[in-house]
């Protein structure tokens, strides 16, 4: 995932918020959203680990964080 709009900066009045959602697709149409996380700061990039889990690359903070099934 790359940042499609560099120095996008909020205009006067607006905030800019960062959320990684999942979106299930069914014939092209989106079928349901859900928010993954919300205000985590500005995502590089999404890579799925060897181990089978998502791992999400932030900039702003630097860190990596790893995405586990609800439950383990």
């Known amino acids: ?12 009045g607006e905030a800019l918020q960062t959320e990684q959602r999942r979106l299930p697709l069914n014939c092209r149409s989106v079928v349901k ?4 996380l ?3 700061g500005r995502v590089r990039d999404v890579v799925s680990g060897p181990d ?7 900039n702003i903070p630097n860190k990596v964080i790893r995405l586990v099934p609800a439950g383990d």
């Open 1 to 12: 995932m790359s940042d499609l709009r560099p120095g996008l900066r909020p205009r006067r």
């Open 33 to 36: 959203q859900e928010v993954l």
């Open 38 to 40: 919300k205000n985590i």
């Open 52 to 58: 089978g889990f998502l791992y999400v690359v932030l």
